[in-house]
């Protein structure tokens, strides 16, 4: 086969299996490549407001996107634990918080709302990363905030999430 440093998933794979070798295949070292390039088209909205018409549970218009970077996540353990440490990261405070790690690049056209790419920006950090990781940043917060772990029953994060004991 040969050496090859890009693909682009022009239609949506449902096989893992199949998502799987088919970025190995860029991802698979070979001359002086040190770069793979996996684009993924994600649809956007035709209407202002309709940017998030999908539960928060599901991947919604987004799920053929977070199929691949969940295969990637298989590839590359710092892509894994950069999307882990996004998700504990949490809001940060509202649109543009949780960063994407270095490794996923979203593309989109001009005039595409910020709100748009954020609710793709959520949904791969949400829809990859363990909801372990949403505990893991209460108690960072926690952590940081107290000088322990020691959270009292029934402790709420500032943001006004529990973290504590029962």
């Known amino acids: 086969m040969p050496a090859i440093d890009s693909v682009l998933f022009g239609s949506p794979k449902e096989s893992v299996t199949d998502i799987i070798q088919i970025a190995g295949r860029a991802l698979r070292p070979h001359g002086d490549a040190d770069t793979a390039t996996i684009i993924v088209p994600a649809l956007l909205p035709s209407a202002p407001g309709d940017d998030d018409d999908d539960s928060p549970g599901d991947g919604g218009r987004y799920q053929h996107v977070l199929r691949v970077v969940r295969a990637l996540c298989a590839h590359d353990e710092t892509l894994s634990a950069g999307l882990g440490n996004a998700r504990a990261a949490g809001d940060g405070g509202g649109p543009g ?3 994407l790690p270095a490794q996923i690049i979203v593309q989109a056209p001009a005039g595409t709302l910020a709100r ?10 949400d829809g990859t990363a363990s909801s372990w990781w949403d505990g893991y940043g209460h108690a960072r917060v926690y952590h940081d905030e107290h000088g322990n772990l020691d959270a009292p029953t029934g402790y709420l994060t500032p943001a006004g999430s529990g973290s504590g004991p029962g």
């Open 97 to 99: 918080g949780q960063q």
């Open 116 to 125: 748009t790419l954020d609710a793709l920006r959520v949904r791969i950090i």
